[in-house]
């Protein structure tokens, strides 16, 4: 298994360019099945996520084929309905293609996900949802199975936000009879995006942005071309990156205000950061101040730099208090961090950081993709040398980390 080893201590300085985001492809990859054809997507980051979704769509009978970060997807021969456990346990988001078939042929045999490093993952949202539509589904042998299912409009209302649900219960009402009401939606970019794309596809989408969607059915949509956005959570892990080390990051290609609440924090933090239209610079301080810090569904704090912000607070010149409120149970790198010298005491779903002048470089794992980038943050601040097992977590999500790293500067290799 690779690893990275880092030799902490330099200020990171330089340029990146910021790939697309996997959050954003994935549903992009599932809507694909919508419409028999061609589709061509631009600015697909190639990560093991979105290779396992290649691998589901093949399956499913799909041809798929990756030049650099175009990828052409050719859903014309889409003759099963069946995906398999294997690769839903890798990769949760698989689960997006149950409303496609369900759409397009009405049925469909998709693996329950299971849990995940970090707790319960439900997808209790997507099923009742789809239910409502009349869709009737049934657990059978660790499967979503429906049979003779034929969408119709509903009112669906969610009780708590839900990225997943709302991409789901989207992709079952865009081909669905009559209209769907989504209430209490997810405006994630991911959202807003992929209901952007379906209407340049011929859907017909009305408050994309708003927490109310309102889907009338059409009968067909055109094949999807269209370039992926970049990554919020990748960029805000290298501003994280300046934070951490007093580096001064330029980040190219990024839409600033897809991770404000990230670049707010950080400015608490000391950072100072200019915004541009399609850039942004960060400096960091000489050391963090600390900060207080809630996870919320979008534009709140994303759950998905909680770990990354903890590193960050760790070396920080007083103490943080970080609370997740969407993942009660995704701190798995909280005893990594304590065994770099960090200072954290995990109440419940509140850390309490209290930071330290200089963390320690040490060998640490992490199980989950927003961990793994928080050790890597921290051996980068590290005095020493700090070796982080388990990589394939950050090859899920991160294009090409160390080579980005390593050109702003980082000591950092991959060990085969
Ligand atoms: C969440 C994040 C997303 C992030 C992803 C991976 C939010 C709102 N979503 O998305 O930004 O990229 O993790 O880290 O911050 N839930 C249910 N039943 C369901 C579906 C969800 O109870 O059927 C609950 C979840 O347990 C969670 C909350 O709703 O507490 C948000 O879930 P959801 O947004 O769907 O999760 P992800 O799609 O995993």
Same mark, same amino acid.
């Given at each position: 298994m690779d690893k990275l080893r880092i030799t902490g201590g330099r200020a990171l300085e330089g340029a990146v360019r910021i790939s697309g985001s996997k959050n954003a492809a994935l549903p992009v990859m599932a809507a694909t099945l919508l419409a028999p054809g061609v589709h061509r997507l631009r600015n697909v980051p190639r990560l093991r996520d979105t290779q396992t979704f290649a691998r589901v769509l093949e399956l499913l009978g799909a041809k798929v084929a990756f030049e650099g970060n175009l990828l052409t997807i050719d859903t @014309?021969?889409?003759?099963?309905?069946?995906?398999?456990?294997?690769?839903?346990?890798?990769?949760r988001a698989s689960i997006y293609v149950l409303a496609p078939l369900l759409a397009r042929f009405g049925r469909?045999?998709?693996?329950?996900?299971?849990?995940?490093?970090? %707790?319960?993952?439900? #997808?209790?949202?997507?099923?009742?949802?789809?239910?409502?539509?009349?869709?009737?589904?049934?657990?059978?042998?660790?499967?979503?199975? %429906?049979?003779?299912?034929?969408?119709?409009?509903?009112?669906?209302?969610?009780?708590?936000?839900? #990225?997943?649900?709302?991409? @789901?219960?989207?992709?079952?009402?865009?081909?669905?009879? %009559?209209?769907?009401?989504?209430?209490?939606?997810a405006i994630e970019p991911d959202v807003t995006v992929l209901g952007e794309v379906l209407v340049a596809c011929g859907a017909r989408i009305e408050g994309l942005g708003t927490r109310r969607l309102e889907i009338h059915g059409v009968s067909a949509l055109r094949p999807i071309e269209t370039s992926i956005i970049p990554d919020r959570i990748e960029a805000a892990t290298f501003a994280a990156a300046a934070a951490m080390t007093g580096g001064r990051i330029r980040l190219e290609g990024v839409r600033p205000e897809h991770f404000e609440a990230s670049?707010?924090?950080?400015e608490e933090a000391g950072c100072v950061v200019e915004r541009g239209a399609?850039?942004?610079?960060?400096?960091?301080?000489?050391?963090?101040?600390?900060?207080?810090?809630?996870?919320?569904?979008?534009?709140?704090f994303p759950t998905d730099m909680q770990a990354q912000m903890i590193a960050v607070c760790a070396v920080a010149s007083g103490t943080s208090v970080i609370e997740d409120t969407i993942y009660l149970d995704r701190f798995t790198h909280v005893q990594e961090l304590v065994r770099m010298g960090a200072h954290i005491e995990l109440k419940g779903n509140v850390a309490v950081v209290a930071g330290v002048?200089?963390?320690?470089?040490? @060998?640490?794992?992490?199980?989950?993709?927003?961990?793994?980038?928080?050790?890597?943050?921290a051996g980068l601040a590290a005095e020493g040398e700090t070796v982080v097992d388990r990589i394939y977590h950050l090859d899920r999500g991160y294009e090409a980390l160390e080579k980005k790293l390593g050109a702003l500067g980082a000591r950092i290799e991959r060990v085969k």
């Open positions: @014309q021969g889409v003759n099963s309905v069946e995906a398999p456990y294997e690769l839903v346990k890798t990769m469909a045999r998709v693996s329950l996900p299971g849990g995940c490093a970090w %707790g319960p993952r439900p #997808v209790n949202l997507h099923l009742a949802g789809l239910q409502s539509m009349g869709a009737a589904l049934e657990i059978e042998h660790g499967y979503i199975v %429906g049979r003779d299912v034929r969408l119709k409009g509903a009112t669906v209302g969610f009780d708590v936000v839900s #990225v997943g649900a709302t991409v @789901q219960l989207m992709l079952a009402a865009v081909l669905a009879e %009559g209209s769907t009401v989504l209430e209490n939606a670049l707010r924090k950080l399609d850039a942004v610079a960060v400096a960091g301080p000489a050391r963090p101040r600390p900060v207080n810090v809630v996870t919320q569904p979008y534009p709140g002048e200089r963390l320690s470089g040490a @060998q640490v794992m992490a199980t989950d993709l927003r961990a793994s980038a928080s050790l890597v943050l």
